[in-house]
């Protein structure tokens, strides 16, 4: 089986880079291909008892795809979903500490 760690640290690097470099307004092909992305993604993931809460995760709280800031606010808190299972800290889903972390980088 995968090495879930490693898996999830890749995974996630790619899906909040991808939403840092999203749209600030995402036209409707955007919008519509990230919703593909993301409900492929929770179907493929292949870490098969993540996959499963991260359906239902998705179900609950619908994908905000309209543009940038939303989907990166969406995205941090679905992955402080999963931080708060697994007993990890949660992060500040504020956008300037998410840009900090995934579009800026620090700040010298
Ligand atoms: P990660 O959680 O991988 O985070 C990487 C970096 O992202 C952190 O160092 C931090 O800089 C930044 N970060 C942390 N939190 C946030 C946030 N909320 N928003 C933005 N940036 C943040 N593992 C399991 O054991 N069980 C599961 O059920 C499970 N489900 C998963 C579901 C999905 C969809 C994904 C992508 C991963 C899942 N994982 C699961 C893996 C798990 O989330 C971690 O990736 C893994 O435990 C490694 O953790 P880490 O401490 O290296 O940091």
Same mark, same amino acid.
């Given at each position: 089986?995968?090495?879930?760690?490693?898996?999830?640290?890749?995974?996630?690097?790619?899906?909040?880079?991808t939403?840092?470099?999203?749209?600030?307004?995402?036209p409707?092909?955007a919008?519509t291909?990230? #919703?593909?992305?993301l409900?492929?993604?929770?179907?493929l993931?292949?870490?098969?008892w993540c996959a499963? &809460?991260?359906?239902k @995760?998705i179900?609950?709280?619908p994908p905000d795809?309209?543009?940038?800031e939303g989907?990166?606010?969406?995205?941090c808190?679905?992955?402080?979903e999963?931080?708060?299972k #697994?007993g990890k800290e949660?992060?500040?889903?504020?956008i300037?500490?998410l840009d900090k972390?995934w579009k &800026?980088g620090?700040d @010298?």
């Amino acid at each position: 089986p995968p090495d879930t760690a490693l898996l999830g640290r890749s995974t996630w690097t790619f899906l909040h880079t991808t939403a840092a470099y999203y749209p600030l307004t995402a036209p409707p092909q955007a919008q519509t291909n990230m #919703l593909s992305l993301l409900s492929s993604l929770s179907m493929l993931y292949p870490c098969s008892w993540c996959a499963t &809460d991260f359906q239902k @995760d998705i179900r609950r709280n619908p994908p905000d795809v309209s543009g940038r800031e939303g989907l990166m606010r969406w995205l941090c808190e679905r992955h402080n979903e999963v931080n708060g299972k #697994l007993g990890k800290e949660k992060f500040d889903c504020g956008i300037q500490n998410l840009d900090k972390r995934w579009k &800026d980088g620090p700040d @010298d």
